[in-house]
């Protein structure tokens, strides 16, 4: 049987939420408590996702209303050069410069990992998870 043309109903897509990752991004930077971390450094390993209050560019793709990754990456590693004693100062500060860089972005989840921090254990890592929203 054939439906008829008043019985289909138009499927309308509503995106709940987009959100822009950048994962496993490596940089090596001086932060830590310890005079040694500040002197030697270190890797560390950033996983961002950022939350955004604007989809347009999904039905029109058209940048606006997104946000660049490679301007993400270079706040990250702008942020990163700046010795910090703790990640968790160094997470706020990117996400503070994040905010004020897009107005579109709602939301900040950022993960710091340290990856090998100065306690003598094998394959040792530590880490900060923040969340944050306007």
Not at 2 to 27: F, P, T
Not at 104 to 110: A, N
């Amino acid at each position: 049987m054939r439906a008829s043309a008043n019985m289909i109903k138009e499927y309308i897509m509503q995106i709940s939420e987009y959100i822009i990752e950048l994962q496993d991004v490596h940089i090596y930077a001086h932060h830590g408590v310890m005079p040694q971390e500040r002197t030697i450094g270190a890797w560390f390993t950033i996983d961002i996702e950022l939350t955004m209050n604007d989809w347009r560019c999904a039905d029109n793709d058209e940048i606006a209303g997104t946000v660049s990754y490679a301007d993400v990456y270079d706040i990250i590693c702008n942020e990163m050069q700046k010795p910090s004693d703790l990640l968790e100062h160094v997470c706020k500060r990117i996400s503070d410069s994040i905010y004020s860089a897009f107005a579109q972005v709602e939301g900040i989840e950022i993960r710091l990992c340290k990856d090998t921090p100065p306690m003598g254990g094998d394959r040792l890592k530590s880490a900060v998870t923040i969340r944050s929203h306007r």
